[in-house]
């Protein structure tokens, strides 16, 4: 079951920037992702067959997102993980009720979907389809 998110007040920590500021630190294409909500094409990403040691944290705020050891080759085009660092994201079903969108719990930047069930052979059965430009990498031998 989803966790979808229930308050519409910042939480403790959280970045909260007008799009005035987003855009002054963010390049244009990852304010369409992050902040409005877009997609980046298939296949396109820097980080899709990426798969050194290391972690994913948001574009938009730097909050460790995803561990490497959790990134695996869905051939979707994006860069799939099944699982996230716990607390950092919101997952949150559309209002279609078709997909569960999941976004950066800090700073509630647009991170992509999460699919159940797919019958990968991971530990939870999901994939976190997350846009390459929402997030930067951090390879273990700079971040240590």
């Known amino acids: ?84 660092i716990p607390g950092a994201i919101i997952q949150t079903l559309e209002p279609d009720g078709k997909r569960v969108e999941i976004t950066c719990a800090k700073c509630d930047g647009h991170l992509g979907h999460v699919f159940k069930g797919e019958g990968f052979p991971t530990a939870t059965d999901e994939r976190h389809c997350v846009n390459s430009v929402s997030l930067k990498f951090n390879s273990s031998e700079t971040s240590s």
Do not use: I, N
């Open 1 to 84: 079951m989803a966790t979808t998110a229930t308050s519409a007040a910042p939480s403790p920590g959280s970045v909260q920037k007008h799009d005035e500021e987003w855009r002054a630190v963010l390049s244009p294409e990852q304010f369409r992702v992050l902040r409005k909500k877009g997609t980046e094409a298939r296949f396109k990403g820097e980080y899709t067959k990426l798969f050194e040691e290391g972690t994913y944290a948001c574009a938009g705020c730097a909050t460790p997102l995803y561990k490497s050891t959790t990134k695996f080759d869905s051939g979707c085009g994006w860069p799939a993980f099944f699982d996230a």
